[in-house]
């Protein structure tokens, strides 16, 4: 296996080097289940694990392997197997705070270089979710891409028109794309435009967005299930359950990812402003600045929303963003209070076991 078709250069070969492991070479996280992991190396594919000292090590889920990510691995050929003894650091990783209350990060993929941000020009239309999807794809440090699956969906071009100027508005210099993976409309533009040898994309959106039918219409094989439209909610069936990473025909690889019924923010601030440039630029013309943009005199932000050149549903959306950030914030210094005084019980405990010398 070409490991040069999945990315590897120059710069993650000195990251190799630098972590100094003897006997060690290159893979890429395929797959992750349940702590066991597929990896592509030069030696094929793998069945891989982390070390004892590596698990030791960690400190959170982050600090674990995800897909895309590029490791340091010892192979043992013959049983088809190898260790994983460091992870070499992501140049990018899109990511989510996991589901539920636990206040933990999860690396949905890594080492990313575009992410394809699907939506479908159906009931799964929503530019508030796409306004989320935005910060979060760019506070990875990848480049998004907007793509507006099941065009054939709409009744007419005009239709298809009007949904692409709409999501330009919320998404200002982000490439937007409409697709009709089905009938193979726009999907070569797509290939020749963020795909090719050594590069990944990740292909992210809702469930039944359209992403395993575009998926297969790149990889040009049904390599992904695909699911039928419900008539009730013209929703897709959720079909991806897992991440994975696919090889592209003539080099390249694909990221596929689970339809994300719930997506919560992880430290996205720097996304936030640049997904919401235009409100934060109307804040810094405020008369104060500390404006709260409620009924100070001189909002700009409040002039801006009465003269309609603001929409209304977005700035409440960033509003709305902001305080879950806010309250993330919050939440995540306590835990981190917790895993340090964790992490020192640990280590006490550990000592008292060793017999003095």
């Known amino acids: 296996m070409n490991v040069i078709e999945l990315g590897w250069n120059a710069d993650w070969q000195e990251a190799l080097d630098e972590a100094g492991i003897e006997g060690a070479q290159a893979g890429r996280v395929a797959l992750e289940h349940k702590r066991m992991y597929r990896v592509y190396t030069e030696a094929g594919e793998v069945l891989a694990e982390v070390s004892g000292n590596m698990r030791y090590q960690t400190r959170s889920r982050g600090d674990f392997p995800a897909v895309g990510d590029w490791v340091a691995v010892r192979v043992r050929e013959q049983e ?69 699956s099941k065009a054939d969906l709409c009744a007419s071009a005009e239709e298809v028109a009007v949904r692409v100027g709409e999501t330009e508005a919320v998404a200002p210099g982000v490439p937007v794309h409409a697709v009709s993976s089905l009938l193979g409309a726009g999907v070569e533009e797509l290939r020749a435009a963020y795909l090719g040898e050594g590069r990944t994309a990740a292909v992210a959106g809702s469930s039944g967005a359209g992403k395993s039918t575009l998926i297969n219409a790149l990889l040009g094989r049904e390599a992904m299930e695909t699911g039928g439209i ?101 939440k995540e210094n306590k835990a981190l209070q917790h895993a340090e005084t964790d992490r020192w019980k640990k280590i006490a405990k550990e000592m008292r076991r060793k017999p003095p010398k």
């Open 230 to 330: 419900r008539e009730e909610d013209a929703r897709g069936r959720h079909t991806t359950t897992h991440r994975e990473l696919l090889l592209l025909p003539g080099g390249g690889v694909l990221i596929d990812t689970p339809g994300m019924r719930e997506l919560q923010l992880w430290e996205a601030d720097s996304g936030l402003s640049a997904s919401f440039g235009d409100v934060e630029s109307l804040a810094g013309q405020c008369r104060f600045p500390d404006c709260s943009h409620r009924s100070e005199p001189g909002c700009a932000v409040q002039h801006a929303l009465q003269e309609g050149t603001l929409d209304r549903g977005r700035y409440d959306s960033y509003v709305k963003l902001q305080k879950e950030l806010a309250y993330l914030a919050r």
């Open 80 to 148: 088809g197997r190898a260790t994983i003894h460091a992870l070499l650091p992501r140049k990018s990783a899109f990511v989510r705070k996991v589901a539920g209350s636990v206040v933990e990060e999860q690396i949905v993929a890594a080492n990313v270089d575009v992410i394809f941000l699907v939506l479908a020009l159906n009931g799964d239309f929503n530019l508030r979710r796409l306004e989320r999807y935005l910060v979060m794809a760019w506070e990875s440090g990848a480049s998004p891409v907007v793509i507006l």
